[in-house]
């Protein structure tokens, strides 16, 4: 599976370069299918993430750690890469603007009032409206694609090891990562947002990935109806 990923992620730069026609794709309709499995996906709720924003025991990296999960929360679950590579730049008329990494889809956002003291954290260290939000990416070479990986790596390592700290100090047996701010986001929304809506959010090109992604969190129409059976 892993294989055909790479395979495909080479066809479709192959042909946005115009290297490879396009009709030579043997991805999609009649031709290859990938199969991926499925994967658990388990999200915090609201009581657990309250218990995070309510500790006052953490070090100061585990409070950079939560700043940093709870700036990719507030936003949707925004991706680790795309947190880091936030500029003081994409913030204006009280707005988020940035561009995905994953799919390079263009999303404005409300900046969220818990976003306002996170982002009041870092204020003192911005020299120029370019400047890196947060510190991660400030010494990378950003001409230099392999520098910019191994620090975004190593970053994410250091924040999913301080995420155990965190969860065992908030008393939390699930495990917590900076890819599940995502899930928790998806999780708490549940099936209270529209699916269109949340296609906009999660920027997926198709509501069948959003419908899809979201069926993991959705459990009242289940519980409801083996309530109806069994509870007689």
């Not at 080479?10 to 009649?30: C, H, M, Q, T, W």
Request: aromatic share 10%; proline share 2%.
């Amino acid at each position: 599976m892993n294989i055909l990923v790479l395979i495909r992620l080479l066809f479709n730069k192959a042909i946005k370069l115009k290297i490879v026609s396009r009709e030579l794709y043997p991805f999609g309709g009649d031709k290859i299918k990938i199969k991926f499995p499925e994967t658990t996906k388990i999200g915090l709720n609201i009581i657990e993430v309250r218990a995070v924003e309510a500790l006052d025991n953490l070090t100061c990296n585990e409070i950079h750690t939560r700043n940093v999960w709870f700036f990719s929360f507030y936003f949707a679950g925004m991706r680790v890469t795309d947190v880091l590579w936030t500029k003081w730049s994409d913030i204006y008329d009280n707005r988020l603007h940035y561009r995905m990494n994953k799919n390079s889809k263009l999303l404005s956002l409300k900046i969220p009032n818990k976003v306002i003291s996170i982002l009041d954290d870092y204020r003192e260290d911005k020299r120029h409206a370019t400047d890196f939000v947060f510190p991660e990416l400030k010494k990378a070479n950003l001409d230099d694609a392999k520098d910019v990986y191994n620090k975004r790596k190593t970053a994410t390592k250091k924040f999913n090891d301080n995420l155990k700290s965190i969860a065992k100090k908030a008393k939390i047996d699930k495990k917590i990562t900076m890819h599940i701010a995502r899930h928790t986001f998806g999780n708490i929304a549940g099936d209270s947002i529209h699916p269109l809506m949340l296609q906009k959010l999660y920027r997926h090109s198709d509501l069948k990935t959003t419908l899809n992604y979201q069926a993991n969190f959705i459990h009242k129409e289940a519980d409801d109806a083996l309530d109806s059976v069994v509870n007689f």
